[in-house]
């Protein structure tokens, strides 16, 4: 099973490639956020619908992800996950 997983390029967390794509983009451009959905699903080249019920939902469970009024932030153990340091 663990063969598998690496393969799959998951991490020990259960993130896949697009997990950490996802979490570093708003970590790289938008240092963290608020940003918001649309800009997310633009800067990824993915659609809306993709991200709410296939990304998010697992990032939000793992508290990695918040879902605020103003966009998606990342936490501290999102930093902490992609071995980078939350900006202040």
Do not use: N
């Not at 940003?35 to 939902?57: C, F, H, K, W, Y």
Request: one cysteine or more.
């Amino acid at each position: 099973a663990d063969k598998a997983l690496r393969l799959l390029e998951v991490d020990a967390k259960g993130l896949d490639s697009a997990d950490r794509r996802y979490l570093r983009f708003i970590a790289e451009h938008y240092a963290g956020g608020p940003v918001g959905v649309e800009t997310i699903a633009a800067g990824l080249s993915e659609q809306r619908d993709t991200l709410e019920e296939m990304i998010e939902p697992y990032l939000l469970q793992c508290g990695l992800l918040q879902r605020t009024p103003r966009g998606r932030m990342l936490t501290e153990s999102a930093y902490a996950h992609l071995g980078m340091v939350m900006p202040t």
